[in-house]
Structures are given as structure tokens and as C-alpha cells.
């Protein structure tokens, strides 16, 4: 029976999908193409029919992961998007969490195809925690600045507290140190002291 259109598209966007979970839990290199696409529900002969290579749909399935996370970010109080990505929770959701912790050493290592979909989502995650501020302005660009830095360093933290064993107590002190010092750093008190300090 013919696939139709619509249905070649749902079944490459499950491929997608399923490709993200996969390679979020076990890494680009953990994931074989015939294992992939057994629990897609399809069999091995049809990944070439949808893509051109396992690099194609590791920059694919990179830009989805990411493209969700900034999605449910979108608007997030800079406090409140700190609580959550430096939680237990998350750090032991690694197959549905954030790509960029995740997968962020393996694309390093990967073709610039890959590379070029975690810097645009890098972008786009930056663009989801900056909503409202103004283009073109001294304020958007010291956003900008704020949110890189907090994001890098949550990035930095959940990596850390990852790669320890998931009974130690030195990951929970990991994911609480680098919370409390970057709510500390996003309070009122924390930026007016540093506006006084500036102006001196």
C-alpha cells in the first residue's frame, strides 16, 4: 500500500521524536540506526528513504529537543526556569530533558551540520528566556549577556551533577550550590547592590 504525504511526514517526525528520547539517553554514539528505527515501530531499510545519513538526523532530532525546551520556556520567569532545570527531576530525566546538557560534549565531536543546530538552538533558547525585552537597546543586549551566562552556567551544573553517581551527594550539592548562587545572583537586593557598586 502507498504511504501518503501526510503519512510519510508523521512517520519521519516519529522517527525525529523518538531519535531525540534515544540519543538524550544514551549519546549519538550509543544509538545504532536499526536500533533506532525498531523503536520508531519501522524497520532498518526505511531510514534511508527519509534521510541521508545518521548525521542528518542528529542535527534533525538536535533542533526538535531544543526547539521544546525553548517552547516551554518561552516567557518563564528567569527565577523559576533556574528552579526547575536545576532540579533532581530533570537531572534524572535525561531522555526527555535538555538537549544541550544531554548532548552538548557529544556534538563537539560531531559534523558542523550537528554543531550548526545546537548554535541555532542555543539561539533559540536564549531568544524564549529574553521575551519582552527590546530589540536594539543597551537593556536587550545586557539580557542577553544575563541570560547567556545563567544559561551556560545551569548547562555546566547539570552536566557536573550528571556525570556523578546518581546516590551521590555530591550531585545534589552540585544542582543546590549553582541554583542558590544564581537565584541569589537574579534577586532584587543582588542587582541593586551591584548598581550601587557600578555608580561609585
Do not use: W
Request: charged share 25%.
Amino acid at each position: 500500500m502507498k504511504v501518503t504525504k501526510a503519512q510519510a511526514q508523521a512517520n519521519r517526525a516519529r522517527v525525529v521524536e523518538t531519535a531525540s528520547n534515544l540519543f538524550r539517553e544514551r549519546g549519538y554514539d550509543g544509538v545504532g540506526v536499526a536500533d533506532l528505527m525498531a523503536a520508531a515501530g519501522f524497520t532498518h531499510g526505511g531510514f534511508y528513504k527519509q534521510f541521508r545519513s545518521k548525521a542528518d538526523l542528529m542535527a534533525e532530532s538536535a533542533a526538535c529537543g531544543i526547539a521544546k525546551t525553548a517552547e516551554m520556556t518561552t516567557g518563564v520567569n528567569m527565577s523559576e526556569f533556574v528552579r526547575l532545570y536545576l532540579s533532581r527531576d530533570h537531572r534524572d530525566s535525561r531522555s526527555t530533558g535538555c538537549t544541550l546538557a544531554a548532548l552538548g560534549g557529544d556534538a563537539a565531536r560531531q559534523p558542523e551540520s550537528v554543531r550548526t543546530a545546537f548554535a541555532a538552538g542555543i539561539e533559540k533558547q536564549l531568544a524564549a528566556l529574553n521575551v519582552g525585552c527590546k530589540v536594539d537597546s543597551v537593556e536587550a543586549g545586557r539580557a542577553r549577556a544575563r541570560s547567556l551566562d545563567i544559561l551556560a552556567h545551569a548547562v555546566g551544573a547539570l552536566v557536573m551533577s550528571r556525570a556523578c553517581p546518581d546516590d551521590s551527594p555530591l550531585a545534589d550539592e552540585i544542582l543546590s550550590v549553582c541554583r542558590d548562587t544564581i537565584l541569589a545572583l537574579l534577586s532584587p537586593s543582588s542587582a541593586t547592590g551591584t548598581r550601587a557598586r557600578t555608580s561609585r
